[in-house]
């Protein structure tokens, strides 16, 4: 079974507006982490924000905040303000702390802005 | 602001032939990954290392591959016969012991492997 479901493969967006990124999750674990990477054309990978899964604040860095719905397993990556250079792949990632302690990655959406 | 870094940035093989890509990790970390990503797909986790020893990896991660902390800096992962479905985007990852942040894995650039 999927543990990390990315539904949106390409969104669009206009400069200097919000959007959201999609992220379900499937655990059984009560303690996990949840995590958004951002991936530019030349490949690497960017860590921009992380939740943990007792966390009571939706955490945010910057323009990136990530709206955690605990009871419906979802954290959604949200990007105010839009900017060109926020064109790229987006990766949601989980790590649980009693199972599978590496990221497992979900599929990404690839988002692209438009002036 | 410490960061991975990977070398090569590219590599080109013959299918058979053994490949070893290197990663520095950022240098207080203690816990070290390999992922890999095949082109337009997934990032897929490898192999996990601490205290100089695997400490988790997957199913792919078979006896084809190994790692190893050679020195006190460098962090390699070894193919002994590439196939061609070794091609791919290997990612290093390190993340903390303990301290703020510790559960954030930091990624390196990537070396891209391509097989032949």
């Known amino acids: 079974a999927q543990k990390i479901t990315q539904t949106q493969p390409g969104m669009f967006v206009q400069e200097k507006e919000a959007v959201t990124l999609d992220c379900t999750y499937d655990?059984?674990?009560?303690?996990?982490?949840l995590f958004w990477y951002k991936q530019p054309s030349s490949g690497e990978m960017i860590f921009l924000i992380y939740?943990?899964?007792?966390?009571?604040q939706n955490a945010t860095e910057g323009r990136y905040s990530l709206n955690f719905q605990k009871a419906r397993k979802s954290a959604n990556l949200v990007i105010s303000a839009s900017q060109l250079g926020d064109s790229a792949m987006y990766f949601c990632?989980?790590?649980?702390?009693?199972?599978?302690?590496?990221?497992?990655f979900g599929s990404g959406t690839r988002l692209q802005v438009q002036p | 602001e410490p960061e991975v870094t990977q070398t090569p940035s590219h590599q080109v093989t013959q299918m058979g032939q053994e490949v070893i890509l290197r990663c520095v990790p950022i240098?207080?970390?203690?816990?070290f990954y390999w992922y890999r990503q095949i082109l337009g797909q997934k990032v897929e986790f490898l192999v996990s290392?601490?205290?100089?020893?695997?400490?988790?990896k997957s199913e792919i991660f078979d006896d084809q591959f190994s790692v190893e902390r050679p020195d006190g800096s460098n962090f390699t992962l070894k193919i002994r016969s590439t196939k061609l479905e070794d091609s791919a985007m290997y990612f290093c990852?390190?993340?903390?012991?303990?301290?703020?942040?510790?559960?954030?894995?930091?990624f390196g650039p990537g070396t891209r492997l391509t097989v032949l």
């Open positions: 990852a390190s993340r903390a012991l303990a301290g703020a942040g510790t559960d954030t894995q930091y």
């Open positions: 655990t059984s674990d009560q303690s996990y982490g």
């Open positions: 939740q943990g899964s007792y966390d009571e």
């Open positions: 990632a989980m790590r649980e702390y009693t199972g599978r302690r590496a990221l497992t």
């Open positions: 240098s207080n970390h203690l816990y």
């Open positions: 290392f601490y205290n100089n020893e695997i400490s988790e």
